[in-house]
């Protein structure tokens, strides 16, 4: 059982910065592979970034490339997502997720979830 709570969203302007946390807790954080999706409003959730258990290969989905960073402290047992550049499609809930494959391909092959956290961009 892996508990995920994730932070630091907000409102912010087109073109501005937000980083996001998720705090782990539970099994063992290293042994996960961890990634970021948002779900927007009538879409469906969709990947944004991933990071591997020891954070050596990350991957993002091509509309964030060069904007966001994945990263994570698994000393602090903690995934952040720096986003840079943000444009009003941004828009969404973000969730992270943790997973027990090495490289998890999509989003039903992540296994715990969190709550989610809201990120606004406005132009």
């Known amino acids: 059982q892996v508990q995920l709570v994730e932070s630091g969203g907000g409102s912010v302007q087109a073109g501005g910065s937000l980083r996001l946390s998720c705090a782990a807790s539970g099994r063992t954080f290293s042994n996960y592979a961890m990634g970021w999706f948002r779900q927007a409003p009538g879409k469906e959730r969709e990947f944004v970034a991933r990071?591997?258990?020891?954070?050596?290969?990350?991957a993002y989905v091509d509309s964030v490339k060069g904007r966001f960073a994945i990263s994570r402290d698994n000393a602090k047992n903690t995934l952040y997502l720096q986003m840079n550049s943000l444009e009003p499609e941004d828009t969404a809930v973000y969730y992270c997720g943790a997973s027990i494959r090495y490289l998890p391909r999509n989003k039903d092959e992540y296994d715990y979830w969190g709550q989610g956290t809201q990120v606004t961009v406005s132009s």
């Open positions: 990071i591997t258990r020891s954070g050596g290969a990350t």
